[in-house]
Every structure is written in C-alpha cells, then in structure tokens.
C-alpha cells in the first residue's frame, strides 16, 4: 500500500551537518532505485514529504521512523491510492 508522508520541523534542532545531508541524500537515492519510495520532496521553508510503499505496518513504522529527522519533526502518515484505481473502485462498490 502507498503512504503520503509528510514531515514539518517541530521547532528541535535537527544537528544536520553536511555529511548527514549527503549520507540521507543517497539512501534517499537507493531507495528511490528499489521503488520503495516512489518520490521524496522537501519544503525550502523547511520539511518535506515522501510516497512510500509499505506491505505492512511494521515495514510502514520502519520507513517512516527511520527518516533522520523523524525526532525533530511532526509528522503525518495518510494512505493513498492511485486516482483512477480509487475511481474505478468506487464506481463498482457504488454500482451495486
């Protein structure tokens, strides 16, 4: 299943150097070259948002706290779906 994730600084410092930054930058970039994340943005004002792909809520739970700034950020979780599959399923359970 697909996840919105969407993280916004909670006000902590984060102690992000610049090594941090390129070390996340390329797990960001192996994980978007195995399709478990499908997109990563960040807010310029600070923050960002993901699609991740989850089986479970265990592989959920491991993707999103395992995101760095996870502990200096309030995060969102909401499940998604793609808007034609949604459409087409709703138009069937309502069609019944």
Not at 6 to 12: A, C, E, L, T, Y
Not at 69 to 81: D, G, M, Q
């Amino acid at each position: 299943m697909k996840f919105l994730v969407i993280f916004r600084p909670n006000g902590q410092p984060h102690q992000f150097k610049d090594e941090h930054a390129r070390a996340h930058g390329a797990a960001l970039n192996e994980l978007l070259a195995k399709g478990e994340l499908e997109i990563a943005y960040v807010f310029v004002a600070g923050g960002g948002a993901y699609v991740v792909n989850a089986a479970d809520t265990k592989e959920l739970f491991e993707k999103v706290r395992g995101n760095p700034l996870f502990k200096s950020s309030t995060v969102e979780v909401h499940p998604i779906a793609d808007a034609t599959d949604y459409l087409e399923g709703y138009a069937d359970y309502v069609g019944k």
